[in-house]
């Protein structure tokens, strides 16, 4: 459990922190390249600057992450929980893998399948483009 932790420019490369409790964590700057995060808590998590790249975030809940100006780059976002996340223009989704995610979030940590949408990549950041576009005029 590192709910709340200080995690800032830590070093987690190649480390499986898969069901790990990361709500509320400070992992501003950190390293999570290669990084297994199945099912990991991320909600209100400080991903800002962050390296995911080839990170495995399949059905992890990322509600409410700030993530301004991290690397997401050719990360796995399939089946993750991105209701309300905090993004930027210089959050970078090149080459993402994503099948589908949910924008909402019910029931606790339970995603409700009646709130997700099937989707290609473009879409994907179609939709990454307009949330983008709605917090820089908020």
């Known amino acids: 459990n590192l709910n709340k932790a200080n995690l800032s420019e830590a070093d987690f490369m190649k480390a499986n922190l898969s069901e790990v409790n990361l709500r509320e964590a400070n992992l501003s700057k950190a390293n999570l390249r290669f990084t297994q995060l199945f099912k990991a808590n991320l909600t209100k998590a400080d991903l800002s600057l962050a390296v995911v790249k080839k990170a495995q975030l399949q059905n992890t809940d990322m509600t409410a992450v700030r993530g301004l100006g991290s690397d997401f780059t050719e990360a796995n976002l399939t089946g993750a929980c991105l209701h309300n996340w905090n993004i930027d223009l210089k959050t970078s989704f090149d080459s993402v893998e994503c099948d589908y995610v949910y924008l909402e ?3 606790g940590f339970e995603f409700n399948n009646s709130y997700f949408s099937r989707m290609g990549l473009q879409n994907f ?7 983008k576009i709605n917090l820089l005029m908020k």
Request: net charge positive; no cysteine.
């Open 105 to 107: 979030r019910r029931y």
């Open 125 to 131: 950041l179609n939709i990454l483009k307009n949330n």
